[in-house]
C-alpha cells in the first residue's frame, strides 16, 4: 500500500514539473515581447534620427556622345533592297573609381531614449581624400578611334544610406578649385541618398592624377559601413564607443579596444575587394548596389539583457526537477510528508526568479537585477525549506544549495563562447553528485517503510494501533 501511495506521489510530482513548463514558456514568450518593443523603440527613434549608414564612393561619371555613320538596308517603295548611312549618337557614361582612396573618421557616440530603451548614435567626422587616374579616358579614345567623341561635364557622386545624416553641406576641393556638392547622387537606378559635384571638363589627351578632398559630418545609429571603391583604399576609425563588432567584407588590419573606445584600419585593393562587380552592376543601371558591398562595424550593447534572460530560463527545468528529487529525499530519508500543493508553491517560488530577472534588467544593469532576484528567490525558499522540513539547518542547507546554482549559472551566462560547455559540466556533476550521495540507500526498504511520523505541516500522526484478540 505504501508504495502505491509513493508512485502514486511521484506521478503527480512528475506531471506538475509539466505542468510548470507552462510558466517557463510564458517566461520565454514575455523575453521575445519585450525584446520586440525594444525594437519599436530603435524603429522609433531612427524616424526622427538618421539610421544605420554606408558610405560609397566617391565615383567619377564622365558623360560622352559617341557618334559614327552605319550601314543599313532598307527597302524602296518598288520593294528593291539598297543600302544607306545612317548617323548614329550613342550616349554613354564612363565610371571612374579613385586609384587611390584614404579616408579619416573620428566618431564620436551618445545614446538616445525611449521610454526605458536606450539606442546608441552617432556624429562621424570623415576627411576623404585620394586621386583620380585619367588613363581611362586615353584608352577610351583609342577604342573608338573612326568615331566622333564629344566629352560631356563630369561629376562626382557620393552615396550615403541615409540622406538626413548629412548634418552641413560640405565643399569639394577638385585639382586646386573648391566646388560646391548638390544634394542627391545623381546616379542611375539607386536611391538618390547622396551627393553629387559638377566638375569641369577633364583634358582627356594626356593621363593626369586629378587629387581631390572633402570634409563630411555624418551621423547615424548602430552601425557605420564603408563602400571601399578604389583601387587601393585605407579607412583610418577611431570612436569612443568601446563595445564594437566588426562586420563586412573584410575585418580590420590592425584594431585597438579599450574602456574608453577602439581604433581601426582597413586596407584593401581592388584584388581583395571585387570592386569591378559593383561597377558593372552600375554600369547596367543598377547602382544601389554600390552600398551593399562595405566594411565597417556596429555599435552593440555589451550586455544584452533580454538574451541572457532567455537562456537563463531555459535551466528553469533543470532548477525544479532538482530542488523535486532533493525534497523527495528528505521526505523518505526524515520520514516527512510534503503535500503536492507545496511542491508546486516551491516550483513557482523557483519561477519568479526569472520574471524579476526580466523586470529589473530593464532598469539596472544585468548583475544586480540578478543578485537582487537570486537573493529574493533563495530567502523566500530558505525560510520555506525550513517550514516544511521542521529544520532550519536543513532549510540552510537547501538553501545554500541553491544560492550555489544561481551562482554556477551566472557564470555560465558570462561564458557565452563556453556556455554549453559549462552548462554540461554542472548538468553531469549535479547527477554524478546524487547518484554518489544515494548509492547506498536501500529504495526499496525506503519506499516500502512505515508511514512518516509527522507532516510537512507539523501534526504528529498517530501510530497505527493493533488490538490483540482476547483469548
Known amino acids: 500500500m505504501q508504495n502505491q ?28 515581447e519585450r525584446a520586440s518593443w525594444r525594437q519599436q523603440a530603435y524603429s522609433s527613434i531612427e524616424q526622427s534620427w538618421p539610421g544605420m549608414q554606408t558610405l560609397a564612393g566617391p565615383v567619377l561619371i564622365v558623360p560622352y556622345q559617341l557618334t559614327y555613320n552605319t550601314k543599313e538596308r532598307v527597302k524602296d517603295k518598288d520593294g528593291k533592297e539598297r543600302e ?38 552617432y556624429s562621424s567626422g570623415l576627411q576623404v581624400s585620394g586621386a583620380f587616374n585619367t588613363q581611362p579616358l586615353l584608352d577610351l579614345i583609342a577604342t573608338t578611334k573612326g568615331k566622333q567623341l564629344h566629352w560631356d561635364k563630369p561629376q562626382l557622386s ?122 558593372e552592376q552600375c554600369r547596367q543601371g543598377e547602382c544601389a548596389g554600390l552600398l551593399e558591398r562595405a566594411v565597417g562595424f556596429e555599435l552593440i550593447q555589451p550586455v544584452d539583457v533580454y538574451q541572457q534572460s532567455e537562456r537563463s530560463i531555459k535551466y528553469a527545468a533543470l532548477f525544479i526537477v532538482l530542488t523535486f528529487v532533493v525534497l523527495i529525499l528528505f521526505e523518505l530519508l526524515k520520514k516527512l510528508r510534503v503535500h503536492p500543493v507545496q511542491y508546486t508553491l516551491v516550483g513557482f517560488a523557483l519561477l519568479v526568479f526569472y520574471l524579476l530577472l526580466i523586470s529589473l534588467s530593464e532598469h539596472v544593469d544585468f548583475l544586480r537585477a540578478y543578485t537582487v532576484a537570486a537573493l529574493a528567490s533563495t530567502s523566500l525558499l530558505t525560510l520555506y525549506f ?86
Do not use: C
Request: proline fraction near 6%; aromatic fraction near 8%.
Open 5 to 32: 501511495r509513493f508512485y502514486l506521489k511521484l506521478a503527480i510530482i512528475a506531471f506538475l514539473i509539466l505542468f510548470l513548463l507552462i510558466p517557463q514558456a510564458f517566461m520565454l514568450g514575455l523575453v521575445g
Open 84 to 121: 544607306t548611312v545612317r548617323e548614329v549618337t550613342d550616349h554613354e557614361l564612363l565610371y571612374l573609381i579613385p586609384n587611390q582612396l584614404d579616408i579619416a573618421s573620428k566618431l564620436q557616440s551618445a545614446l538616445r531614449y525611449r521610454g526605458i530603451y536606450d539606442v546608441p548614435v
Open 158 to 279: 557620393v552615396m550615403v544610406r541615409d540622406q538626413r545624416g548629412i548634418a552641413a553641406p560640405p565643399s569639394l576641393q577638385w585639382n586646386g578649385a573648391n566646388l560646391a556638392f548638390k544634394p542627391g547622387n545623381n546616379l542611375p537606378g539607386s536611391a538618390s541618398a547622396g551627393m553629387h559635384a559638377i566638375l569641369p571638363e577633364i583634358d582627356p589627351t594626356q593621363t593626369n592624377q586629378v587629387p581631390f578632398a572633402f570634409d563630411l559630418e555624418l551621423r547615424g545609429m548602430r552601425s557605420m559601413n564603408f563602400a571601399l571603391l578604389a583601387e587601393n583604399s585605407a579607412v583610418k576609425l577611431s570612436a569612443n564607443w568601446p563595445h564594437p563588432s566588426f562586420s563586412g567584407e573584410l575585418l580590420p588590419e590592425t584594431r585597438e579596444v579599450s574602456d574608453t573606445g577602439f581604433n581601426a584600419v582597413w586596407k584593401a585593393s581592388s584584388f581583395s575587394y571585387n570592386v569591378s562587380g559593383a561597377l
Open 386 to 471: 525550513g517550514a516544511i522540513l521542521h529544520s532550519r539547518k536543513l532549510g540552510l542547507m537547501l538553501g545554500s544549495g541553491l544560492a550555489g546554482l544561481y551562482a554556477l549559472l551566472y557564470v555560465i551566462l558570462q561564458a557565452e563562447e563556453n556556455a554549453l560547455l559549462m552548462g554540461s559540466v554542472l548538468i553531469f556533476a549535479v547527477l554524478a553528485l546524487l547518484m554518489l550521495a544515494t548509492r547506498h540507500l536501500d529504495w526499496y526498504a525506503l519506499t516500502a517503510g512505515n508511514s512518516p511520523s509527522r507532516t510537512a505541516s507539523g501534526t504528529d500522526q498517530p501510530a497505527p494501533v493493533i488490538a490483540d484478540d482476547a483469548p
